[in-house]
Each structure stands twice: as structure tokens, then as C-alpha cells.
């Protein structure tokens, strides 16, 4: 078997790991060891948002491996690659290590290593600075991930109602805002899918397996092994697609085209639940009306799908009913109709009454938190910058639109945007058109990055703030309604904080006091903020760190549900919207309509992306042991393609989109697993940060290639897969 | 005793590699190595006629392990138990193995100098815990315990439900790692990771490279220990002998 990584990168690593042992004062010793037995501590996991429960191992003070911890409820022991190589990027030596304040352009990456006194003072004076000159508002505030909670405070008292999260507008938004209309509540995270009892399940679009959230993964596999029928929608023969009874190679964009006629069969057939419709839905006559003409011949043509396999499919699903997952997908901002798409697959979902069934949508149990008494936040003067609530009227203005948040500092419309706070995201990956992004970073008076790597982003910021890895650090709990059995889970340090950074809490309590905004952080410790959260819940804090998490009873079926849980469908009907009203009014289409997609010129390739299950984001590329096992992504390419364009498996190519842009090289990977009118990639690789020693120039960046987007009239969310690229030979030195 | 067997369900597994990482952080195996592989299979097929599945490979723990035989220096043995095991105090970094391992199970460690594999976490089974890639598994497709005892799993998963070895008609020497599918995925591993016939080096080729370097080593260090006492002596004087 060839090795998958350069003795030069082996070289590198040990070398590096060196480094570390040094500047930490220990040894690093991943991995068992003979002797004394070790110091095992329970956490949650945030190598990716799903956050499994952990136990790790420390002995000497270092964090020897990462196991999961088998007495949380939702992931029960069980962890993905990333969370198993947890420790390589706590020990990475490439971390940020100190604060910086930066000495030459943007961009350069010349900085000034300083103390946390002078750089929170340094920003203290800045933040003050741009308050008195253009407004609170004027600051914006890129948060992601647990941890950022501290940081939405500060914000909120701080005076800017300018925050916004790539979840939002370039993942989920689209998902949670359709379910919303249609049933009056979203989704949320972990998504509550019975996949174990599901007898069967669609995944449109979903790469399940490529895509890992660890008890997903175990919940598919055995609602498989107990006999669900698998149906799955994919341009590209997933790994999920391997295991479908039905393979549906859809033309790229029509997906509403197959619900609407998935609906026809099953209305016109009489397949649909008509007891729990009758009962819980409304507009049940507008929707037999709409879908009457949606045959699946005409789906068909839209569709390059056979219109007896779709007949066929629509015929499983509804035999399955109401133990039916219609997979709600998570990153689904693709075509700039993604709220619509939601809606078409929410409505299906009604008409399986599969939605608070069991093998369904499970319901959400509440889990009561106490609060601390904080004085009012201020009233901002002026409305989110973003278009949230306005120009983009469904878009939640909790979670805001990045991209409108970067359109505001370019144009300096409703008013001027002029200092950014990055926390946990990096901007030039998650967020598309990234032209764009670094023209409004130019624009910028401050740009400040809280982070753990020294990610491309920090090349242009004012100042650089090094923060400790979820391994070194207290972060609020992380509770869960949205599972079988609700749950509170802890995230505590496991070993002190490496080099000079500083958890994330610590850092914004302390700009807080500089700002004379302590009253908003009205705790000493840690200890004290996670114990008024758990007050309500009748667990002692000693338990809940010893254990990891606690679960309580849930109540996800409709049969089980009690009055303190809050109305059933919280819409405005009080019913399953089918027909939305409030759409309608807004002037949208109150059903779903298929409007046919551009397709790709003759000679271009539709740019498709995804994820593999070894990496997160564009966050993991630099972690020694993830690296070793997938160091760079490949351009997956159809073989008929591959011979129209002269190109040979494995044969190094650079891709250019429709604009001009183009790729770093990477590798062509021909297989008959993809449509010949699409090209599809890994996300996050082709990163360009001289500071991630391992990554660095390894692979292609998708991101690079999305300078064209299809913006969602509801949410204001960006569609990215609308790009075409082409794949060049590479010339490379 | 014992006879430790493992079952993957290569349905359910989506060949996610938290196996490998498990495995890796457990092992200190270096990147770009390891005891255990996800290696897809596929697909195969004119589109969108398509199968493919994974095959999560690592040593079978063989009722009659060639590598046993090809081990020169005797560190590489099998327990009563069936487990293949390699002591590193013996090992000499020989690689002789490495080929003769069927299933390409072994590698040699550049920061050891020594060979490893798959030894089913023997040190785990010992504390009383299952092998890190079954704990670990997030599809739930790793089984492991012994196949004496008609009451544990893998008996039920290998007499029961006709869980396979994969094997080739040159090849068949009682792997002792099961695989289950029910949509023919062991035909696909078989198709594309058929077990190949060892290679075990011939005498000739023994003493080449092993005897001949062994041999010439012994003398070396012969020669060496009666320069370095010759000096030792010289430095220390006659008088310190006296005494």
C-alpha cells in the first residue's frame, strides 16, 4: 500500500512535535502508556459543531488520547476521525501562541508580539474609538461555535445588533426557516431524525458517511441494518448512494421538480396519511390543486430521471409511512431557491405524517436554564446593516446574514461598517465571493481574529488574539432538545491553557471591564456561570463534570407530549402550513414552484462540494494525524468527461470558473461516481497561510472558485453550487 | 483458551476512518502508516450502474500466519490465544513480514525501526476493554470476542448470520477477521483485495540479508568492544586493573 503522506511531511511533523515538547515544557505522548493509570476527564468534543462526549486521557499533564465517553446520551463512546485526533491540534506547533498587533500591510503578515494588557487596552481604545466616531453599529461581529456566546454579549452591550454566522446564510438558514413556515418550528442541531426506527430514508443532496456527525452515522447504519429503505438524490454515487436500494443521479438543481411529482403520485394515488393531514394541516386543497400537472414524466424531462423510478420511489416512501426520515440536509444554500426546496420537503414530510412519529421527526423537549440577572442590553439606533428582517424578510436576525454584513462594509449602505470581530470562522473560507471579503477587509479601521491557527484571515487583521483549544477551556454547556432523550453536556478544561493563550470567555470578560461593560458578566468563575445555568435542573455541578452529561426524559412523539411543552405547530394557524399564508403576503409563492436552473455552457463542468469525513471545515488540514490520512482533496471527474477534456486519472489540472478564477492544482480522480456534467470537491483544502506549515498549498480551495452566487429572496442565504468551472493542466514548477 | 475473532458488517460501515484514527492515537502509528485501513472498493460499474463498499483491513490474525514463518529473528509469533503478535525486543527491522503478510497488514515504523501491526489491542484486552476501533466505530460495524464461546457475538455473527473471510483460491490460511454484507460487499473486497500468495524469502536470500548483516554486525561489534576496552584501558591506566 503506497503511503499517503511525504517522508518530508513525516519529517516535518516529528520535527515540529519537537517544537512543541519544547515550548511546553513536556513530552507529548499520544498514545497509551505503561504505568500509572491516567486522569480521565469528561468534555464534549468541538473538532466540528456536533459536539460527541469525551473522555481524555492525561498524564503529566498532557493529553495522551481522546476516547468517547460511553454515558453520553446521544453519542454513547463513539467518535469520528476528528474527534479521535483532538489532542494533534491542541499540540500543534503551528498555534497561535501569543497576541499580535500588526506591523505591515494587510496581508504581509508582519507582526509585533505583545501582552494580553496592551493588546485588550489597544482594542478597548479602538472599539471606544469607533463607538464615538460612527456608532456602535458600526461594529460587526463574525461569531461560530459554542464558544462565541461570551462574545455575542460583549457585542450586545457593546451596542451593535451586527452579528451574523456563516450557519446562517451559507449552511442552514434556507433548512430552518422553510420547516419554520411549514410547521411552525426549525429544525435546529443536532437535527431530530429517527433514523434507528425510520423504515425509510431520502436523503436529497445529504452525503451521510462523507459527511460525519457521529451518532447520525450510528443511527443511519443501524435504521440500514433494521431493514429501511434507503432512497438517495445525488448528482455524485456517494458513499450513502452505495448503500440506496434506489440511486437517483439527478440533473443538478431540479430537486423541487422530484418533490413536487413525489407529491403528485402520492396525492393522486391516495398514498398520503389522510387521519393525521385531517387533523393537523392546513391547505391540503390549494396543494392537490398545485401538484396536479407535476406528473412524473414531466418531472422527468427536468429531472433526466426515468419516470418509473420515480413513481417507483414515490410508492416507497409512502409504503414506509409515517416511519419516514426525509433527510432536511444542513448545508443546503445551492441554488438561491433553498427555502422553497425546504418548504417542498417539509410539506412531504406532513404528508407521511411523519413529522412527531415514530421513525419520523422527533419533537423537541424543552430543557429549562437558569439566567443571570443582566441589565437591558441597549437599544441599538440603527437596524441590522445586513438586510435581516428587512430586504431579506424571513432571514433570523439571532443569526444574521454574513454576506450582507460584507455587502454593508463595501458600500457603506444603510451606513458604514468599519470594525470586524472574527470568532471561530475564517471568513475568506466560509463565506463565498471572496473578492469581495478581502476588498471589504481593505475598507476596514479594525479587523481583530480570535483564533486557534494562524488561518489565511489572520494575514490581515489589526490584531491577532490567540485563544485556547476546547481542550484548554470552560465554554457554556452544550444542552440538546432536539434528541430522544434531552440532554446537558459540559465542556471543561482538560489540561491549562498552552503557551499565552487565553479561553474565550476570559478574553471577552476582560475587553468587557475595559469597556465598562462588566455588569453584563456578572460572574467570577467559570464554575459559577455553568452553575446558574444548570440551577433549574435539580443536577449538582460536581456530577455533571464527573459525568460529562446528564440526560432527562424526552418526549418526542406527538402521543407523548404535555401541556408545559407549548403548542404542537406554532404557526399562525396553529396547523401544518401546507399553503403558506404568510408567503403569500410577502409576495412569494405560498407553494413551492420549480423553476428550471441554468445549466453549464457546453465545455463547462457544474462546480459541486462537499465534505470528507476526516476533516472539518476549513479548520483540520494542519492536525498531523487528519493530515496523514487525507493531506489534499482531489477533483472528482467523470471518465467521459475526462476524455473530452484530454485528461488522464490522476494527472494534475487547475480548475477555472466562469470568471477567470482559478485553483491551486490539485489532482483529477476520474470515476464513473459522478455525472459528466459536474466536477465535485472536498471542502477546505487549497488554503494559502504560510502558517499552517502542513497545509499550506495542499489541495484546491472550492471556496476560491464561488465568485458567482444565487441569493435567496427570503433568507438573503447564498446559493454557491451556480458556478462552472473548467479543469486546465496544471503547469507547476 | 480463547480464540479472538473480529466481524466487520461492511453494510453498515460508511467507511468514515475513525477506525484508523482510533487506531493511530491508540498505537503512535506515524502518519502516512497504519494497522488498520479503510480502502474503498469502488465504485465499479458504467454510470449509474454502480457498486462499491469499503474494506477495512488489518492483520487476520491467521490460523496459520506466514509471517510467523518468514520471521527470522523470532519476534513475530502467535499466542495461544490466535493473536499475531510482534515483540520489539526481538525484531531486528528485517522487513522479511512485511511481504509475506497476504493482506499487506504490516509496515515498518521509520521512528522505531521496527515492524507493527494490527495485535487486536492486546494491551486493552487485558484491562478489560474492547480494541479501540470497535469502541470507537461510529457506524456500530465492528464486532470482536471469542469465537470458542457459542454465547458471544462474533460465534453468532460468524455461525449464524455466515459472516465471511476473505480469501483466494491460492490463499487460504484461516483468517481469523470476518466480514459481513448483504449486498455482496465481500465479493467486491474479495475483487479488488484478494489475499496474494506470501512471499517468503528463500535461504539464499536469508543470508544476504540477514545472516550476512548479522554476521558481519557480530564481528563489528566484536572488533569494536576490544578497540573501545583496548582504550578504555589505555585511559584508565594498568593500576585501576590492580585493585
Redesign the interface.
Known sequence: ?S?????R??LL??ATLAGASREAGATPT???R?GKPALQVASNCEMCFWRCGILAKVQDGKVT????NPQHPLTQ?????????G??TLYDPDRLKRPQLRVGERGEGRFREISWDEALDWLAARLTELKEKYGPESVAFFPHGVGSSFFATLMKAYGTPNSAEPSFAQCRGPRDVGYALTFGRPLGSPEPLDLANARAIVLIGSH???N?F?SQ??Q???G??RGARLIVVDPR?S?????ADW?L?IRPGTDIALLLAWMHVILSEGLEDKAYLAAYATGLDQLREHVRNFTPEWASRETELPAGLIRETARAIAAAKPAVVIHPGRHVTWYGDDTQRARAMAILTALLGAWGRKGGILLRTPVPRGHFDLPPFPEPKRGRADGAGDRYPLASEEQGITTGLVEATLTGRPYPIKGWIVYGQNVLESLPQRERTLAAIARLELMVVVDILPVEQTLYADLVLPEATYLERYDPPHIVETAARPFIAVRQPVVAPLYDTRPGWWIARELARRLGLEAWFPWRTPDEHLAKIIEPLGISLKELKARGAVSFEGRPYIESRKPEDGPLFPTESGKIELYSKLLKELGHDPLPVYRPPADPPPGWLRLLYGRA??HSFARSQNN??????MPENAVWI?P?TARAFGLHDGQRVVLENQDGRKSLPVTVRT??????DCAFMVHGFGLRAPGLRRANGRGASDNALLSRVATDPLTGATGMHVNFVRPLPAEES | MARYAMVTDLTRCVGCEACTAACSAEWDVPPGHARTRVLPTGPVGEFPRLRAAFYVAQCNHCDRPPCVEACPSGATFQGPDGIVKIDPKLCIGCGYCIPACPYDARYLNPVTQKVDKCDFCAARLERGQLPACVTTCTAHAKFFGDLEDPNSEVYRLVYGRGAERIESDEVKIGPNVYYLGTRGEPALVREKFAPHPPQIPSSGQWWERVFKPLAFLMAGATFLGQAIAFFTQLRKGESQFDE
Open positions: 500500500m503511503s499517503r503522506i511525504s517522508r511531511d513525516w511533523s516529528t499520544p498514545g497509551q505503561a488520547r481522546i476516547e468517547g463512546g463513539r467518535l469520528c476521525a476528528r474527534g479521535n485526533a489532542h494533534f451521510l458517511g462523507e460525519v457521529t452515522i450510528t443511519f447504519a443501524e440500514l441494518a454515487f458513499t450513502a448512494a452505495s448503500k440511486w443521479p469525513p476526516v498531523a494525524l487528519l493530515a496523514g490520512l467523470n467521459q470515476t464513473p461516481g459522478i455525472r459528466p
